[in-house]
């Protein structure tokens, strides 16, 4: 039987995901795709959650003050996690890196791992859905449409997305623990 050779898999992984970033970005193209996809990703890049945050306490009372103030925490400790990590790992973007790759949207930064709006929307839905589990319905498809959009937009690979998901579940939960009775 052959020897493991982790280098060799993860080029094969990398080509997949290169592979597989051409392909949601080739949805770009599509002016209406890439018009969805901006406008969700501009909204993920605060606006909704901001907006979130004001507006639970003028529909649940002065008691949603709490979860504001979690979903705040959070989002500061995770813009911190991830601006660490990026500076520190510095991937570059897949429509810097990767011929084919188109710019669908405005970057934040320069570099790609992990996704910071993927992150967040993770987190503060974890937080909004703990203490508001009624707002499935408004959070749950928006996170979706975050992740999403940071590949069809050329911003993120696959694996980006994916590592800003795993580390907001992580702080999210993890606050929880400290936090939530």
């Given amino acids: 039987m052959a020897a493991f050779n982790c280098a060799s898999w993860i080029q094969r992984m990398e080509a997949r995901e290169v592979s597989l970033c051409r392909r949601v970005n ?14 969700v990703s501009r909204l993920g890049d605060g606006v909704l959650w901001y907006t979130l945050m004001l507006c639970l306490p003028l ?3 002065v008691s949603a003050l709490v979860a504001s103030a979690h979903m705040l925490v959070v989002g500061v400790i995770g813009l911190l996690a991830y ?7 510095v991937r570059e973007r897949p429509y810097i890196a990767v011929t084919g790759i188109e710019l669908g949207g405005r970057a934040l930064d320069r570099y790609s791992f992990p996704s910071g709006h ?3 929307a993770v987190a503060f839905s974890i937080i909004v859905l703990t203490y508001y589990p009624e ?3 408004l959070v749950v498809p928006f996170t979706a449409l975050v992740a999403l959009s940071r590949v069809v937009l050329g911003l993120h690979y696959p694996t980006d997305v994916l590592a800003g998901a795993a ?5 999210a939960v993890t606050s929880l623990q400290f936090t939530y009775p």
């Fill in 59 to 61: 529909i649940y009372g």
């Fill in 118 to 120: 993927t992150l967040h």
């Fill in 26 to 39: 080739a949805m770009c193209r599509l002016s209406v795709v890439r018009g969805l996809f901006a406008a």
């Fill in 167 to 171: 580390l907001g579940a992580l702080i």
């Fill in 135 to 137: 707002l499935a319905l």
């Fill in 83 to 89: 601006k660490y990590l990026k500076a520190h790992l």
